[in-house]
């Protein structure tokens, strides 16, 4: 054994890398963001049973393992052609609103708020979750951790398995719920619902109530004028478990509805000469670029693209929170990029009121949890939507059911250019006449924050911090100054 | 005293899993409270809140040789200037944290354990040698952790 001094400097490659070009008078003329993903693990899960996989994928991703288990579960379903049962549905999405519950309190909480209740100008050391604990005080903080956890009970006790869910099944889920795991569900379910009030609470009055973060929220640093798409349910309102996938240009204007496979008709990918990822656009559009405005065919997902696209929420307080966002923001759609942030504390109260209403009702409890298998199909593509944007998971199977293609397609990849465009405008703002501080490090890493990117999310080896590095170029392309936060 | 002895990593991403492994192969002969995360974040705190002590083990990068152990404290690890991780929250922000907000409830000893890893990039549920290697001194060590109690 020994002591050691940790030297944070890990590894880069494979993390976020963001290159920014200035112009001849030392202002932005460009700006990029690569990151490297992991590599192989749709290769991992070829040979694999298609019922194994869903198992498999929860481990994927420590923060989106519900989120994993369901789309693969989902796209089991299709293999063997089979359909589940009312209340295997009930369960599944009971499951997932308890998963964003838990997942968009931590990003709000952890991530999101201390930007704002704290403020971007503040010392990093103060601006971090410890700060904002001091700023809302103890006692609410204790309240929103231990109501979080009532999340996370739920998850475990759907799960089957403490921390990797194993319950979802072809056609259904392997365990029904009792009627004494009704009333606990119920019963945390209350708690759940008074901690998405509480966080709409805190929103508005740290947030709105204060003119300098509202500013912010409205400013054109943070602005990218985009299209839209997310899941949406036969009343048009929003869904995360299933639905229609619903694209929408900039005005709010539909662009097309798809189901399964048909994804591949609207979503295409562009590679690009700086970076060896892969960069999704819509196909029915064409490559227009990195551009933001009317015409783009970049789109983005997760919060705000779902608020956006949908005609309400399915639960009443959340729809009076939606209502309220699109009256304060005066615009349809909504291109704040900060706007995010509201759009995430009205979700997570919307499915803390979801898994409410699902442990309230009667058909929860049925034995009905598993429908019979059908033939092998050879293909099926599970789409949900994960609190960080649409998810796609997209398999081809031989006869027997073993895994002969997978394609995922997670938020991130989706919000590729809607990122790098985020990143583009706030340096674009911030960096003037050659004048680069710290400070425009956290204002562009607040452009990101909202898509609360998930690069290496499978790996969260120590010192667990997800290195960042901004290299600045001047006109000759050459290195000017670097920024870090490691 | 109440001791849990906590498992963080990713069980298929090879030298990920090393803190899971510890936690597995220890719980099979050793009577204690184990637990196995696949994140940092609060539910950390969910699982060591209430303990005297907590043992933490999880996978470490520094560049050192692969299968190293590190005893570590909280300090140790914690190095960044600025808390904010886009994605997820470090260990040591997570721990404070909980001195924070639970002062009477955090165990009041929690060490961590670490392991020097080699590959955390591709998928797999091996580790490489000789992190599997470091796996039964870092059962070892914990064992004389628990039973000084």
Redesign the interface.
Known sequence: ????????I??LE?H?KIAIFLDESGNVAEAFFQVVE????E??LVGMPIEEVPR?VS?IC??C?AIHHTAATKASDQIYGVEPTETAKKIRELFVNAHYVEDHA?ILY??GL??FVVGPEAD??E????GL?KKVG?DV??EV?RK??YA?KILEMLGGK???PVAGLPGGWSKRITEDERQEIEKLAKELVELGKLTIQIFEDVILKNEKYMELITSDAYRSVLNYMGTIDEKGRVNYYDGVQKIIDTKGNEIGRFTGKEYLNYIAERVLPWSYLKMPYLKTIGWKGIVDGDGTSLYSVGPLARLNVADGMNTPLAQEAYEKMFDVLKERPIHYVMAYHWARAIELLNAAERVLELAQDPEITSPDVRAELGEVTGEGVGIIEAPRGTLIHHYKTDEKGIVTEANLIVATTHNKGPITLAIRKAAKHFIKNGQVDEKIL?YV?MA??PY????A??????????P?EINIYDCDGNLYKTLR?? | MKTIVVGIGNPILRDDSVGIKVVEELSRDVDVDTAILTTTNFEVLDKILGYDKAIIVDAIQTGNEPGTIYELSIDDVFVTYSFTNTHNLTLATTLKLGYVIFPEKMPKEIKLIAIEVEDVENFGEECTPKVKEAIPKVVETIKKEISKR
């Open positions: 054994m020994k002591k050691i001094e940790i030297n944070p890990t590894r494979g976020g992991l590599r192989g693990y290769k991992f498999t481990t420590g923060v393992r931590v952890a991530l201390p930007d990093p050391a601006r971090n979750i410890v604990v103890v903080a204790k951790l979080r956890s996370v403490p921390i990797h956290n890493e990101f924050r609360d990117l998930c690069l999310c499978a790996t969260h080896v120590l010192p667990g911090r997800l960042i936060n490691f």
